[in-house]
């Protein structure tokens, strides 16, 4: 033959820093090397490769890794130089039971005395140990799964009863506010069920040296797809297809296309500790909703608007300000006058109220008005003024630096009605009338004054019982 005898071995790794880098491993071999140390040390022991599935390339970089045996691993292979016994080639391991834990200081066993495992180190607890299946506790299922690290550290950081969201109710408003059932929701249970379903020999597991886990279980009505971290994040699809996903630390999501999120449920949001922080640096946000929006705000609310602010209700709008309520339209725009239905063109800045039906409004207290110019009211029917509930005591009154007129249309009329009329001024008081100007009193009409001038035109007619000048 070409290549000798084929000669196979049965061996132990006691170096996996392979210095080239390359996934070589020495191993102390049963039958040609002793596990006497100081006869052959770790250091002379000759260098194996490994023999990798056809599923890897094997070559730029391309395939599996194969540097997944550890110090202390039991491993088969065969002599490439046949009976020369140098170039050991391996061709994979083998597991069992681990019975026994080394000290380091012979051959055949992990120099480091690290492994097997038997829970000396704090972050070996709930991992194998020496005595037991060199299988992962998650592939053996049931009781013994419940014992491993990444499950115990599941159940035990079960998020539970965390409150949905409520409607507030509003003072005033008699309609009924729905009420979210159930009112708390919880993460499902680790595996989908309260005690672990595997079932051995269902569960392909891959279990890391620092712990992290990767599980493929096939278990008939318990299958899952499971990938955990040692920090106690993970990912698992359940029996059911729900998908479970935990992020001990920060979570990062980058998407530098479109992102399309479709939910035909319900979609809940709860953010416990901190803020949300949305910000939309170019395009716009569309919303469209078909129901209500029942919103809560606990404390202040900060909206600023840089362009137009546009409501439409096709409905009713109730506002109930508990507090004060302040108002500024500061008219400050350059934009062109705009068009406002059954007003026409009025000025930028403005502040247009335009209401097509009735409008009330009920002051409790006092009500102040401050105009610094022009102040127009215009009604198509009767204006009318009421005020005070005291006579004598309350009474309505205009005070004006500059002119009061009243005027009314040629076919139309002034009248006052009092239990007195007082019209008093401190310099001339004139009535000019281009008709004819009439008083008549029930009682006796008194006219005081220093001098009194009457012109007329044409006639001066005064007609009494008794006429009394002094």
């Keep these: 033959m070409i290549y000798g005898d084929f000669t196979w071995w049965l061996g132990t790794v006691e170096d996996v820093n392979d210095p080239e880098k390359i996934g070589r491993y020495k191993v102390r071999i049963l039958g040609y090397h002793t596990d006497d140390k100081s006869v052959l040390p770790t250091e002379d022991l000759p260098w194996a490769m490994t023999v990798q599935p056809t599923s890897s390339a094997a070559m730029s970089g391309i395939g599996n890794t194969n540097i997944g045996l550890l110090n202390g691993s039991t491993v088969v292979g065969f002599f490439t130089d046949s009976n020369e016994t140098q170039l050991p080639i391996i061709m994979g391991s083998i597991g069992g039971v681990d019975s026994v834990k080394g000290n380091g200081q012979t051959g055949f066993q992990d120099p480091s005395a690290t492994y097997p495992l038997n829970a000396l180190r704090p972050q070996d607890k709930g991992r194998n140990q020496v005595g037991e299946s060199s299988l992962s506790r998650l592939a053996r299922g049931g009781k013994t799964a419940e014992k491993h690290v990444s499950l115990a550290a599941k159940r035990a950081m079960r998020v539970k009863d965390q409150p949905f969201a409520q409607p507030s109710n509003i003072d005033g408003e008699s309609g009924a506010f729905p009420e979210v059932n159930p009112a708390t929701w919880s993460e499902p249970h680790a595996q989908g069920s309260e005690e ?269 019982t008794l006429i009394t000048l002094n």
């Design 196 to 464: 672990s379903k595997t079932q051995y020999p269902y569960n392909n597991v891959h279990e890391y040296e620092s712990g992290h886990v990767q599980e493929f279980d096939d278990t008939p009505g318990s299958e899952r797809i499971h990938t955990y971290h040692k920090s106690g994040s993970f990912v698992e699809f359940q029996p059911d297809g729900s998908r479970v996903q935990k992020i001990v630390g920060d979570d990062f999501e980058i998407v530098y296309g479109n992102k399309t999120l479709h939910v035909e449920g319900n979609l809940n949001i709860n953010v416990t500790r901190g803020d949300v922080n949305i910000k939309v640096d170019k395009g716009d946000v569309i919303e469209d909703y078909a129901g209500n929006i029942y919103s809560t705000v606990r404390k202040g609310r900060y909206s600023k608007v840089v362009g137009n602010d546009m409501l439409d209700v096709l409905s009713d709008q109730k506002i109930n300000i508990s507090g004060s309520r302040y108002t500024v339209v500061n008219c400050a725009t350059s934009s062109p006058p705009i068009t406002i239905p059954f007003i026409g063109a009025v000025p930028s800045g403005s502040d247009i109220l335009l209401v097509k039906g009735t409008q009330a409004t009920t002051v409790a207290s006092n009500k102040t008005e401050h105009i610094g110019n022009k102040y127009a009211v215009t009604t198509k029917g009767k204006t009318q003024f009421t005020v005070g509930v005291i006579p004598n005591q309350q009474g309505f009154a205009v005070t004006t630096l500059g002119n009061i007129d009243l005027a009314a249309g040629s076919t139309s009329s002034i009248s006052t009605s009092a239990g007195q009329t007082n019209i008093a001024s401190v310099l001339n008081t004139n009535i000019d009338t281009g008709g004819i100007l009439t008083m008549t009193t029930v009682g006796a009409q008194l006219n005081s004054a220093a001098s009194a001038t009457y012109n007329t035109g044409t006639l001066f007619d005064v007609n009494a």
